[in-house]
């Protein structure tokens, strides 16, 4: 298996080895020597010591030489800070190419980073671009024998499968993961999808998960890393609850809780707080219950992920179901059907509408609560969970009898008990037999009603039929060890046992029911008891437990203390990191000279740089105690300069004792030096200057000392270098700014032209055809053949003509009036106030050639009366330039659309102008990225990409607003200027 990264991916130096398992057949053996696992092995869920390690070791290095560690770390924060890990995982996308990994090795860090974004987009309900990212994950994990990232593929597609409801892919994908574990040798990994599949066959078949997983998993899971224990303590936690034993389901669930939050496992833990939540109610301890579900939805409502909050949301209702908070219960659990109705196949959709289903019975409701056991049933057959197809039926059964319609609830009943039997489960069997006997005697009673003399012996015949179903309910609880028959099935015995005319044995059977209320009570308190028992006990491990993990992390502290407490190479990593990341000569040379003196003895420094044609050394820094200094430029052609020397030759030069006469030249005005050391500021092949530091004592720089001075001449090389880069890019966008605002001042005047264009050569054509009128009536006048029908037609087709030359007259001059204020605006950029309906129109009629060819309408919802006091010129160079911006990408390959600009107030001192299109938006992507400088998707196609970012400085520095974006892919796009009535 190819091995991409190092073993700082496995061991850290405060993390016990892992315990190796020894495969036998498909099975794993726990009690085997402690070793070590194979270099390219990443944790799953690393520990939190893991976690400030990496913080540590990305925070002191330099990024190009921490990459693995970032990887590390991004990985490791997926659940605990998903939005920090996909910031993170950007960067390290963008170092890869940086490091010297191989081409394959960084194709595997990229499908790590695809597989996180799948991850983080399935725990933010995006199923469709979670499977779109494991899709790219897997083939390369696949294609380089990478059975860790394969394994890992499988246990998201095993999530991804949770949250659609398919059960059996579910466990199908868990299969496939382990068998991948298996093969590449990974114990952590094959015990987690181990239990984790064990815990999803419970829920197929409980008595056949036990005996199938039962001795395969540790009894014990002290001896396990966090990661590994939460797993197989929720595995213990739901079998002691399905069996009844809540005391030891309640432990377990706990130690797991612990485990997983410690793990970083947040969905787990967010499970789990649910879970302990409604074993808590099980035990009547509906305090505690309702603290566990409050943690649990908090964990889930700070990581706002849809499904967790859902499954909090659902267990929470069927808590305040038992404390009889109905409305309270019906709120959450709809809330929780409304949020998890994208995944109605989803196991969290059929408890909430199993909850909701008890909660429309316990209120009497009948017809809702069939409604949403039908819903259950359905959900239920399509995951093939068996549970909830008993649930369902028993549902049904108890709606349809609230309802009246005896056939039917009899049919769902006899249905559930045949599940019920399959699946192993007395307690639902005697929750059915009741039903049914419940069925049979709401019947009777209701045959009766509409008889007006029953038959003699009828009704007591009818009876005994409901009284064996009972006694068959209550002689299937015998059977059931430390099962307590319901106090109201003994008092419906009672019951039919009057009906048939026994009243000694109705009498005896209310006794019992009797007994049994007060045992309830009792038992209850007993509960409650031991319920709070078990939280102090919890409770006290819990703190011991934290007690022993801070000592852990303090020894973990000192230990990393000691280990990297070389005061200097500190200092000097956090001097190269602000040295970095400074873009201003000027300031970096600050920077230097204020920690320099802490690691050096240099009361003399000086850096010189080249110039761009590499002819001379110039001084742009020189200080001497603490005053500054210049130095004349120093030729290439020294032959007596070290500096020139030191960049010709690209080496260190370091002088013990004043230099000879022969070599180097003192800088005028300042004081004579012992020591010098001198050394190139080299980016990558390139020598850029030269740095020397100088002492007035011999011999001050030994071997440590060269070191440092080394190490601190390539972060400022970097850093100038970066500073010359950026000067150069802020010069060129200046430039390309003033080109596009010349660029749309011509696309404003040619707008112009061609608006002038129609009027002018409509009053050209009227007094052309005016002209040969007239000459015509002056040829009939002189002839004395005009008639009085000859004036009238001349006199009105003249006013008619006149009439349209003035009109377009007055066009022409408009427009002319137009084009002088905009022209106005753009040649100075004078603060004044103006309309904003008024500007909105002075762009579109510039624009109006363009739009009108592309088919755009476009509509001004802007009052008149609103004015703004700013800059006019800039703000509408702003709007032409999203007005432009619509028309090249949003409409792209379409003959009509439309666009609208439109107003919304945002209190007494600012507005909202939302320039809005409906064309084919923009994706994810592009959003990201689109006021970044030079970012264009038409790159190649007349689009230079500085459009929006001009647009975006112009009105978050001179208008004092904000500019932002929101689009779909395929329903348009929407630019949104926030804006101050009165600019800064």
Known sequence: MPQPFGVRFVRQANRPPLRRAQVIGPRYSWAVPD?????????????????????????????????????????????????RALLLAEDVQGLLSSTGW???????????????????????????????????????????????????????????????GDAATLRSELRQALACTERAGDPARALLFMANLARAEVFVDQVQAERDWGGRLPADSRQLAAMEGAAVEDYRGLIAGMNGDYLLAIKSLATAFDLAMRSGQLRRAITLATNLGYTHTKMSDFQTAMEWLKRGLDLARGTRWPSMISLCLAHTGEALRRLEQRSDARELLQECLRLNSRYPDSRTHALALSYLGSTELDSGQGEAALVAFERLGQAASIAQSLDLQVDAQLGLARAELMCGRFATARAHAQEGLRLAREQHEPGNEVDLLWVLGDIQRAQDQAIQGQEAAPAPGAASGAASLALGWYQAALQRAQTIPAYTPPVRLLEATAKAFAEVGDFERAYQWSQRAGEARQRSFNEDAARRSSALRAHHQIESARAESEHLRRLAESEAARFQLLRDSHEVLQHLGQIGQEITNELVAERIFAVMERHIHALLDAPCMAVYLLDDAGQQLYCAFGMENGEPFTDPPIAMTSARSLCVRCVRERQEYLLGEAPTSDLGEQVPGTSSQQSLLFAPLRVGERVIGVMTIQSPRARAYGERQQLIFRTLCSYIAIALDNAGAYLRLSEMQRQMMAQEKLAALGSMVAGVAHELNTPIGNSLLIATTLLSATQDFVQRVDGQ??????????????????????????????LVRSFKEVAADRSAEQRGSFG???????????????????????????????????????????????????????????????????????????????????????????????????????????????????????????????????SVEGEGSCFVLDLPLKAP
């Open 836 to 966: 904003l309906r008024r500007l909105c129109e002075h762009c579109v009629q510039s624009m109006g050639e363009q739009l009108r060819k592309a088919g755009i309408q476009v509509e001004i919802d802007v009052p008149d009366t609103l004015r703004l006091e700013g800059y006019a010129g800039p703000l509408e160079q702003v709007v032409v330039i999203l007005l432009n911006n619509a028309l090249m990408h949003a409409f792209e390959g379409r003959s009509q659309g439309r666009l609208n600009l439109k107003i919304e107030a945002l209190g007494p001192e600012r507005v909202r102008l939302q320039v809005e299109d409906d064309g084919r938006g923009m994706p994810r992507q592009v959003q990201e990225r689109i006021f970044d400088p030079f970012f264009t998707t038409k790159f190649g196609q007349g689009g230079i990409g500085l459009g929006l970012s001009i647009a975006h400085n112009i009105v978050s520095t001179l208008l004092g607003g904000q500019l932002s974006v929101r």
């Open 785 to 814: 053949a005009l008639r009085r029908s000859d004036w009238q037609d001349y006199a009105s087709r003249t006013l008619d003509g006149l009439g349209l030359i003035n009109r377009s007259m007055e066009t022409a001059a408009a």
């Open 35 to 83: 070793l070590e696992l194979p270099a390219g092995f990443m944790q799953f869920y690393p520990s939190d010591a893991s976690i400030a390690n990496w913080e540590q070791q990305v925070r002191t290095g330099a990024p190009t030489e921490t990459v693995e560690e970032l990887l590390c770390l991004t990985w490791g924060l997926r659940q605990r800070d998903t939005r």
């Open 102 to 164: 191989s081409p394959e090795q960084q194709s595997l860090a990229r499908a790590r980073l695809d597989l996180l974004r799948s991850e983080a987009s399935l725990l933010a309900g995006a199923l469709d671009d979670a499977e779109r990212f494991l899709q790219l994950a897997l083939p390369v994990f696949q294609a380089q024998a990478d059975a860790i990232g394969e394994a890992d593929c499988h246990w998201q597609a095993h999530y991804l499968a949770a949250d659609r």
